[in-house]
Nanobody, 116 residues
Framework: EVQLVESGGGLVQPGGSLRLSCVAS????????MSWVRQAPGKGVERVSA????????IYSDSVKGRFTISRDNHKNTLYLQLNSLKAEDTAMYYC?????????WGQGTQVTVSS
């Protein structure tokens, strides 16, 4: 059974930074691309970033390009998302997902709130 546990969210001021983590289990982490998606209240799901199985190829949505960095540690079965220069519009629940597309199942998510 796929299990994904996200953490690292919080309340941060505009311009601040956070580092999200996602610990994966129940599948062979090292053979799958992984992705991060987010969903703000009343809005659809947006895939913000994805990374290939060995951490070489990454993609970002235009809304986060240049501010967010995705990475992974295959020894720890952990996916990361570094969020820099945060904006109010980054406020959302963030989830990690197995694969490039960000499809479910997701974990419980971690809330990121950007507010002064």
């Amino acid at each position: 059974e796929v299990q994904l546990v996200e953490s690292g969210g919080g309340l941060v001021q505009p311009g601040g930074s956070l580092r999200l983590s996602c610990v994966a289990s129940g599948f062979r982490f090292t053979t799958y691309a992984m992705s991060w998606v987010r969903q703000a209240p009343g809005k659809g799901v947006e895939r913000v970033s994805a990374i290939d199985s060995i951490g070489v190829t990454t993609i970002y949505s235009d809304s986060v390009k240049g501010r967010f960095t995705i990475s992974r540690d295959n020894h720890k079965n952990t996916l990361y998302l570094q969020l820099n220069s945060l904006k109010a519009e980054d406020t959302a629940m963030y989830y990690c997902a197995k694969g490039w597309d960000g499809d479910k199942p997701w974990g419980q998510g971690t809330q990121v709130t950007v507010s002064s």
